[in-house]
């Protein structure tokens, strides 16, 4: 399958490979005669660094300087480090928490040896772990080294940057490139000093379905102990996944890759092997020469699964620390449920947007997907539907929106219903009588309003009394109207003085929409 690719977070160990020479450093001398100095140029999401190799003196201190052309003042970041040679610390490494971009020149020095050189654009876009080919980017026809796997000295290839400026390695002959797998590309300049971007092969997120035996399986990528995983695994519902055969070992390579606990362990009694989940064993995937409990008094009680070509299992201390895969074993019966917000029971003269959101039942299989039907439409794959509503009324009416949810199991959820209402049409009042009344008794005002369908009913009312000349005598807002359409009589005690006045009726519908035309007409006072 693909997957999308980001920095990884490490030092490539490849790269201290040049197209599979190791490079090995003299026993501690203060001269390294013969050495040619050089330097790496790390980049990742976590900012970026810089690897001095081959320095001629050691117990030196080296400055490293980075520019930025395009900013002032010159250099834009500087640290300094020591050369050193200790077990596998070849030189120093110092690191920056920017991201350095191409075009940013770095140069290390001790003030007799300066070595220099500019950041390329050389990145990775793509690793296919399908088809175990990585893709990349990089100034074309530009020469790129490929690094997959660190353990395994035969996957470095060597490729050239098309003339659009993309590249590609296929390692299907030397590597299995797995989710998890680590790597590098790397550009030389003429100097043997290098840009050097770091890529992974990223694992699933979330729970996977097996649909060979029904389980269901998470990558947990906190490393913890063997002990804290399983009890981990527990309270999520499941254990440190149980493998019962071939196919289920090669199911979780391909899926979750390598370097992660498995529930096999013999803590209880050495050499008697025996699952966390309580199964009985029934296959086994060792390495050659495992188990071989080699590491001491303490021994090797537990198993991961091991990214030392051949993938296998690997017995290793039980206080070691590592991430791990949950099993959730019961075959998934139960369907999602889905729940939808954004309806009500009123009504709208404005698009409303109904969205669903779906969960599984706990140690399910997970949500597949969600799926909604408007109206008399089709069944259409989504978390949200839009119920227009255009000016002129063309989608007015009611309208019924099902929906429901598939797990990763194929368990369907029975559909649910809801209803969106739209009205955007606008109502009207009108006034056709006039009225009178002696003053200090009651009069009626007449009025009719008109609301088109679907919305005929329900709504609002606002009468404005004013002089002749426009100065508001008095404003009422009767309660909401039941049936707002048709003939209405809305009274009151008159204690203005006497005269004539003008009333204004006015209508607002439950939608909101307020009314095209204004009912207006005069009453006595006498």
């Not at 590249?167 to 002959?173: E, K, P, T, Y």
């Not at 050495?270 to 995937?285: C, D, N, Q, R």
């Not at 439409?377 to 063309?394: F, K, N």
């Amino acid at each position: 399958m693909r997957r999308k690719i980001v920095p990884a977070v490490l030092l490539c160990m490849a790269t201290a490979l040049i197209l599979g020479a190791a490079l090995v450093w003299p026993a501690a001398a203060t001269a390294q005669s013969g050495l040619d100095p050089r330097f790496e140029v790390h980049l990742g999401d976590w900012g970026s660094g810089v690897i001095v190799e081959y320095w001629p003196t050691l117990g030196t201190l080296v400055t490293v300087t980075v520019d930025d052309p395009a900013t002032l003042p010159d250099p834009d970041y500087f640290d300094q480090g020591t050369t050193v040679v200790s077990g596998e610390d070849y030189g120093f490494y110092v690191g920056f928490d920017v991201n350095f971009l191409p075009g940013f020149e770095v140069t290390v020095t001790d003030g007799l040896t300066t070595e220099s050189h500019t950041v390329t654009d050389i990145a990775v876009t793509e690793v296919d772990t399908a088809a175990d080919v990585v893709r990349g980017t990089a100034a074309p026809g530009s020469e790129v080294v490929v690094f997959a796997d660190p353990w395994e000295p035969q996957g470095v290839l060597l490729t050239f940057a098309a003339s659009g400026g993309t590249w590609m390695v296929d390692f299907s002959a030397v590597v299995d490139i797995v989710p998890g797998t680590t790597g590098c590309a790397e550009q030389l300049d003429t100097e043997g000093n290098s840009t050097v971007y770091h890529w992974e092969a990223l694992r699933p997120e979330g729970r996977q379905h097996n649909p060979a035996n029904r389980h269901n399986y998470l990558y947990v990528g906190s490393y913890m102990s063997w002990a804290d995983a399983e009890a981990h695994a527990v309270t999520l519902g499941g254990h440190l996944v149980t493998i019962n055969d071939a196919a289920e070992d090669a199911w979780l390579a391909a899926t979750f890759g390598t370097e992660y606990f498995i529930g096999l362990n013999d803590i209880a009694a050495e050499g008697e092997w025996v699952w966390a989940s309580g199964e009985p064993v029934t296959f086994t995937g060792w390495l050659d020469g495992e188990p071989n409990d080699d590491f001491g008094p303490a021994g090797e009680d537990v198993v991961m699964i091991w990214n030392r070509p051949p993938i296998g299992w690997n017995d290793i201390p039980v206080d070691s620390l590592a991430p791990f895969v949950v099993e959730f074993g019961a075959a998934d019966t139960t369907a999602p449920t889905t729940d939808a917000k954004g309806y009500d029971d009123g009504w709208h003269n404005h698009p409303v947007t109904v969205s669903f959101k779906a969960k599984d039942n706990p140690g399910g299989s997970g949500v597949a997907k969600t799926e909604y039907k408007l109206d008399a439409g089709s069944w259409t794959m989504g978390t949200s539907v839009t119920v227009a509503a255009p000016a002129g009324g063309a989608n007015d009416g009611t309208h019924s929106i099902a929906y429901r949810s598939t797990d990763e199991a194929g368990n369907v959820e029975a559909a649910k219903t809801c209803t969106v209402s739209i009205d955007t049409r606008r109502p009207a009042a009108f006034a056709p009588y006039s009225a009178a009344a002696q003053q200090h008794t009651a009069i009626w005002l007449h009025f009719i309003v008109y609301d088109a369908a679907p919305n005929g009913t329900y709504g609002y009312v606002e009468i404005l009394v004013s002089t002749l000349e426009g100065r508001v005598a008095m404003r009422f807002r009767p309660a909401y109207f039941a049936t707002l359409a048709g003939p209405h009589d809305f009274g009151f005690r008159c204690d203005m003085p006497k005269g004539t006045y003008r009333f204004f009726v006015f209508a607002t519908d439950a939608a909101g929409n307020e009314q095209t035309a204004v009912g207006s007409n005069v009453f006595d006072v006498y």
